[in-house]
Structure formats: structure tokens, C-alpha cells
């Protein structure tokens, strides 16, 4: 197996439809020129001596260009967060060197001249070597190769890397998607990072079905509804805080319909969509079929979806417990079965709150140095907690290890504590996520301050935006006394939310 | 009989057609093509000789194909007019199950 067979099952059924544009400069390459410039960057990725092909930059062609010509050449593709520091990155490029490095124009400099890098610029990556010979179709059929390796956002310490195999990443193809299903008007509109799972997701998907693929490289409302109509796009995936965003935009216009009826599927996942959102956009999109996928890296993307039908069953129903379904993540996939666990690891009744553990062909569950989380019975703790109602309908009630997810990342209250607790005045922290309309989640910290000191909650916020970037600024900061701790010296930080309110 | 590996990819010897095993079972299977055992894909030989007769129903790139048992499952990567079977009976086309787009 490997992800590459996927892209030449492609190229064989519809080499000259176009397979992707990047919505940005409006650069196309078709199934053939996809294929074609994987083989060549696959023969010059096999001649160096790199282990792993990292991409570092927003999307564009090359990404996908990228993911398939890491899988032809037989390494791991490892797609950064653009968004880190430098120096978060060099830790990173240190984990997995010796290595090529694609990157931008303005960054090449900064990744220059170091042992066991090779740095290349994205627009030559795809531009040049017109007459080059093309690598053997010999790709490694071994279903147990790494195809990519994603480093998760990491709720203490250092980021891991999770290992996705091309078995899983196949898998999670061929028991999603129908072959050649999509008409050639079809277009999808792609707006999540690149180094993300659901933008790898969207990339092998597209391209079994053979959907067009058009890039937004920066979100914005305004961009992402000009793409929509430019292309004509007929499906499309974004975050919660996304679909707030366009939501205001066209109600900004006056709009009381969004005026796109090629709009058939309008899917999101990421985060926990307020009630009011995805209501209003119901309204505004009536033609538009919409779905709610739950998924982690770990798993290769989606394991659980809210359908078109049950959007509708919920909405039109009056019973409490059907039109709650609206919040739900929906059911398993095909293929995938879902388990809720108590402390104790004890599968619990319907309707309640435990730890979420899935199982299937597509779940990774295995990280870089530090092997497999996944039991002998083949489950993987997600770590996320959440109920299953009578019919299988999967609630998230947020991080079993109480990770703030602010607009789609993930913040460590761990982290933010450390920074916090470095300041002279500061006795004593707690930060956790509260509730928030715009981001789903938002940063809040308690302080506890030393006997004689005063600081203000700006001083504060100045304090720790100097030393991080300004998503792990708490929005809110309130002063006690003392913090609740249990008897053998945990935090508690449940009672710490429910006090805050 | 050759045991079959999940993720090998066969050819057939009498028709055009190419499949790459997605879930086998543990002891050996006979898997033929157009009635006639398959080969390696990348082994040089090419196609040649007839398709038997009860085994023409042809293969469609992208479907799976699947025995009895759901023991063995397969998917076709290049089409082809010859018919699949393990060990003397037809492999029957699975279903991908229709699922709203996600991702």
C-alpha cells in the first residue's frame, strides 16, 4: 500500500482534469502534471540523503506535490506549523534530520547551512526540472511504512510526532471514499493548514474521488466566499471560528441567503460549534447539505460524522434529546467503533461522560520514540472525553486532560502556568479554558499573589504576551487567596472552572 | 499457493488487469485472474493467453472485491477483462458505503 497508488489510479482515469488550484494565484496542475513532477522530485528526493521530506509554507501546489513525492521516493512527508517560532521549528528539524527542507523565499535563510539539511525553495520545487527523468513506478507497496509524520499541537512538553503509516492513510480512503465518484465540476474548497490532518485528509480524498481541489491559503470570510463563487465550489471544510466568521460577513451584507446554491456540502470539525452558528448558517445556506466531522492525527482524520439527514432530523424535531443531536459529532464511520471508558477503563452506559476510545483500521495511535498507545485489543485512548446517547450519537464535553482549544489549537494551561509562575510576584496559578463564542474556547488564569505585591491583570497579560505568542494571553484573569487542591496535592481544576463560571 | 500479503500488488496473466491485496487471510489462496493464477506486479512477464470463458466478468478500477468469507479483500488498480476467484469460487464486488463529504 501506498498513498501514492491513489494519485496514479487518478492519473490513469482522468489525466487532464485539473486536480488542484491554489485559490491565491490562481496556478492549476492537472492529475498527469501532478504525477508527473512527483516522479521527479521523488528520483532527486531518493538521490539525497534525506530521511524525511519536511515542508514548511502555506499551501499551495506544493503540497500535495510534497505528500506524493515523499510517499514515491519511500520517506516520511512532515508538513511544519509555519506559525511556530524559528526556534520551536529548529527543535523540530533537529527531530528529524537528516532531511530536506522546503520552504518560502523569506525563510530559506533562516534554515541555511546546517548539518544534514538540504533547503530548497517551494517555487523552484515546482517549477523547474521540466526535462528530468521521471523515478520508476517502484514505490514500496509495504503497508507498514511511514507515509507522514505529524507533529501534534502536544499538551506537555515537547510536540510528539505521530506516525501515520500508508496503511492507515489508505484505509481511511478506501473506506470513505468511492473512486472516481465526483463529477468533473466538482470543486472543494480547501482552507485548513496544511500541516493539519484534515488537509491531509482533503488532499487523498480529493484526488481518489477526483474533485477539484482549490487552495485558500489565509483564511479570510471575505476571500472564502469569493473563491467559493469564482470556482463554483460545490463542497467545503472549515473550523467552528470559521464558519462564525463568513456567518457575520454575509449577515454584515445584509444577506439573508448566502446566494450559493452550488454550495451542495458544507462540512466542519475542529472544535465545538455553538448552537447559534450553525443555526444561523442553516438558514443562510438552504441549499447546502451540512456535516460534522470528528477526528484526530492520530486516528487519519475523521472517525465519527453528523450527516446531512441528522442536521435536518435535529432541527425539525421538538423532542430536547433528538434536537440536542445538533451538538453531537454524530456516529462512527464505517469501519470504526467508538468506545466510552470510565477511570477505570469499564466501557459505560449511554449518557455518560468518560474518556472517548476508537478502534479501527485507520488508527495510528503511535508516536515517534515513544511507540504505541494502543491496547492488545487494538483501542486507542484519545484522550478527549465524551457520552454516546442510545443510538450511538458521540457528545464531546471537552479534553480529558483539559486542554484549552482556542479556535482550533491546542494550548497548554501547563505551559502558560510555567510562564506565569516565573513572575516575581506569583505565588500560586491555575489556567484554564472557559467558554467562549468567538474561539470556542478562551485562555482564563487565576493568580494567587504573594503577601505584599500588587500587579494589575494588563500587567499580567503584558507579562506573558512578551514571552509567548499573544493565543496564550488569558482573556481573564481574577485573584484569590488560595487555589483547591485534593488530598493528594492535585489541582482541581473542575472546581476552579465552576467557581470562575 | 502463495500466501498473500496485505498491501502486495498483483497483475493478472491474461488481461490488463492489476489488484493490490487490502486485507487477506492467514494461510495460502489461490487468487486468479480470467481464470489463471496472478503474478507479480512487477515481475516482467506480460500478458498473454486466453481468458476462461467463466471467468470473464472483468474487473472496474476502484472496487473492491471481496470472498465469500470477507476473509480477503482486494482492490482493483487497473482495469481488466478477466474475472477474479480464491481458491476456484468468484470474488464478489463490496459496496463502498455512501457516506456524506468531509474532508
Request: net charge negative; proline share 5%; charged share 25%.
Amino acid at each position: 500500500m501506498n498513498v501514492m497508488m491513489l494519485l496514479e489510479m487518478a492519473n490513469s482515469a482522468f489525466p487532464d482534469r485539473i486536480a488542484f488550484t491554489n485559490g491565491a494565484t490562481g496556478e492549476t496542475l492537472s492529475y498527469s502534471q501532478l504525477f508527473s513532477k512527483a516522479g521527479k522530485r521523488a528520483r532527486e528526493i531518493r538521490a539525497s540523503d534525506s530521511n524525511r521530506f519536511v515542508k514548511l509554507d502555506v499551501s499551495s501546489l506544493v503540497t500535495p506535490l510534497s505528500l506524493f513525492a515523499s510517499g514515491w521516493a519511500g520517506i516520511p512527508y512532515v508538513p511544519l506549523n509555519y506559525r511556530l517560532t524559528d526556534e520551536e521549528i529548529m527543535r523540530l528539524i533537529e527531530r528529524v534530520k537528516p532531511a530536506t527542507l522546503v520552504t518560502s523565499e523569506d525563510r530559506i535563510n533562516s534554515f541555511q547551512n546546517l548539518e544534514g539539511l538540504e533547503v530548497l525553495d517551494s517555487s523552484d520545487l515546482l517549477s523547474h526540472g521540466g526535462e528530468d527523468e521521471s523515478l520508476e513506478n517502484d514505490w514500496d507497496m509495504d503497508p507498514e511504512e511511514i507515509a507522514v509524520l505529524l507533529f501534534t499541537s502536544g499538551t506537555t512538553g515537547e510536540p510528539k510526532a505521530a506516525m501515520l503509516r500508508h496503511k492507515h492513510l489508505v484505509s481511511y480512503i478506501l473506506g470513505s471514499v468511492e473512486f472516481a465518484s465526483a463529477d468533473e465540476k466538482e470543486a472543494s474548497l480547501v482552507c485548513v493548514p496544511p500541516y493539519h490532518i484534515a488537509g491531509i485528509a482533503a488532499i487523498l480524498s480529493s484526488v481518489y474521488s477526483g474533485r477539484h481541489v482549490v487552495q485558500l491559503p489565509n483564511f479570510s470570510a471575505e476571500e472564502w466566499i469569493r473563491l467559493v463563487r469564482k470556482h463554483q465550489v460545490t463542497n467545503a471544510m472549515v473550523v467552528p471560528t470559521m464558519l462564525k466568521r463568513i456567518v457575520e460577513c454575509l449577515e454584515e451584507t445584509g444577506a439573508t441567503n448566502a446566494e450559493m446554491p452550488h454550495l451542495a456540502s458544507l462540512a466542519y470539525g475542529g472544535g465545538k460549534m455553538p448552537l447559534p452558528v450553525i443555526e444561523k448558517a442553516m438558514s443562510l445556506f438552504p441549499d447546502t447539505d451540512f456535516s460534522n466531522a470528528y477526528g484526530l492525527t492520530e486516528t487519519s482524520s475523521t472517525i465519527s460524522v453528523l450527516g446531512p439527514e441528522d442536521h435536518r432530523d435535529a432541527v425539525a424535531s421538538s423532542d430536547e434529546l433528538l434536537r440536542r443531536r445538533l451538538v453531537s459529532v454524530g456516529r462512527a464511520l464505517p469501519g470504526v467503533e467508538i468506545q466510552i471508558r470510565d477511570d477505570e477503563g469499564e466501557e459505560v452506559a449511554p449518557n455518560t461522560r468518560g474518556e472517548i476510545y476508537v478502534r479501527g483500521e485507520q488508527v495510528s495511535g503511535e508516536y515517534e520514540g515513544r511507540g504505541s498507545v494502543v491496547d492488545s485489543d487494538g483501542w486507542f485512548p484519545t484522550r478527549d472525553a465524551g457520552s454516546l446517547d442510545e443510538d450511538g450519537f458521540l457528545f464531546l464535553e471537552g479534553r480529558a486532560d483539559d486542554v484549552i482549544v482556542r479556535g482550533g489549537e491546542n494550548l497548554s494551561p501547563g505551559e502558560i502556568e510555567d510562564v506565569l509562575m516565573t513572575h516575581e510576584a506569583v505565588s500560586d496559578v491555575a489556567v484554564i479554558g472557559i467558554a467562549d463564542e468567538q474561539w470556542g474556547e478562551s485562555v482564563a488564569a487565576v493568580i494567587v499573589l504573594k503577601p505584599g505585591f500588587q500587579v494589575s491583570e494588563a500587567d499580567f497579560q503584558s507579562f506573558v504576551r512578551e514571552r509567548m505568542r499573544s493565543s496564550r494571553v488569558p482573556e481573564k484573569i481574577e485573584f484569590w487567596t488560595e487555589l483547591p487542591y485534593n488530598e493528594t496535592g492535585k489541582l482541581l481544576r473542575r472546581v476552579v472552572r465552576e467557581k470562575l463560571g | 499457493m502463495p500466501t498473500l500479503k496485505t498491501g502486495a500488488r498483483l497483475k493478472s496473466a491474461v488481461c490488463d488487469g492489476e489488484i493490490m491485496v487490502v486485507a487477506a487471510p492467514s494461510g495460502d489462496v489461490d487468487l486468479t485472474c480470467g481464470g489463471e493464477p496472478m503474478i507479480d506486479a512487477s515481475s516482467g512477464e506480460s500478458a498473454g493467453g486466453d481468458i476462461h470463458p467463466d471467468h470473464a466478468v472483468g474487473i472496474a478500477m476502484g472496487k473492491r472485491y471481496i470472498n465469500e468469507a470477507e476473509t480477503l479483500e482486494v482492490l482493483c488498480v487497473k482495469a481488466g477483462d478477466g474475472g477474479l476467484a480464491a481458491d476456484g469460487a468468484l470474488l464478489l464486488q463490496k459496496d463502498t458505503k455512501k457516506l456524506p463529504k468531509t474532508d
